[in-house]
């Protein structure tokens, strides 16, 4: 991805040729899902088993207009499933958790950084309903596996905890299904709110430009053709 390392202006220009390789109705369209994407909420998937699972969650990211993922890879690796996501990854931001020695202290640490507060889905002590989320801070909202549910460190380290109501016998939902009910509430309470929750346009002119590309055959030999033709470096 040469087109990272440009100034805006630059990305300007990189993207205004690379658009020349896909239709004005393609590019309409790109350009119209990127004002609806969002960073305010960043789901975070740890450790999840079933890569069905975390696959689903992937597509229900892009569906809502998520543009950001974290994915923490403590004992488990996550491949994307091609026939659950339909390819909803090569949409998203998605960034990885599994070089640390505390992978999920040092994903809580980063979000912090960025100004997220972090909530972990689970019934716990001081534990709100999802209702009760404040969404005038920016969130990460974090799912655990299947089996073992989220871990002792997320536990340790998350500002509060959240749960969803249930009325039934089952102790729990499917980790895809809580992500679904959670992060549809949630970006609709956002959507619906004065916030202005929409990425910034550094982060608009990114991802357009990776969209493009995606949209592209032969990006890479596409993206080096412009590079040389715009005298870019």
Not at 33 to 40: F, G, H, L, M
Not at 195 to 206: A, P
């Amino acid at each position: 991805m040469l087109y990272k390392n440009l100034n805006q202006k630059d990305k300007l220009r990189f993207y205004d040729a690379v658009c020349e390789f896909i239709t004005p109705q393609r590019k309409a369209l790109l350009e119209e899902n990127i004002n609806n994407r969002t960073n305010w909420v960043v789901p975070v998937i740890e450790n999840i088993h079933k890569e069905q699972n975390a696959s689903a969650v992937l597509r229900t990211c892009d569906c809502l207009g998520l543009q950001e993922v974290m994915v923490v890879e403590n004992n488990n690796t996550f491949n994307v499933t091609d026939d659950i996501s339909l390819g909803a990854n090569k949409w998203l931001d998605i960034k990885k958790y599994n070089n640390y020695e505390n992978n999920t202290k040092q994903c809580f640490d980063d979000l912090r950084k960025r100004g997220y507060k972090i909530i972990a889905t689970m019934p716990y002590k001081n534990d709100i309903n999802l209702q009760d989320v404040d969404i005038n801070d920016k969130c990460a909202v974090v799912f655990g596996s299947e089996v073992d549910g989220i871990s002792r460190e997320a536990i340790a380290n998350a500002d509060c905890f959240m749960k969803i109501p249930m009325y039934g016998f089952t102790e729990s939902f499917n980790i895809s299904v809580s992500a679904a009910i959670t992060l549809h509430y949630l970006t609709d309470k956002l959507r619906s709110s004065d916030l202005n929750w929409h990425l910034s346009d550094e982060h608009k002119l990114d991802t357009l430009i990776h969209w493009t590309l995606e949209s592209i055959k032969y990006r890479d030999k596409v993206e080096k053709e412009i590079f040389e033709r715009l005298n870019l470096k």
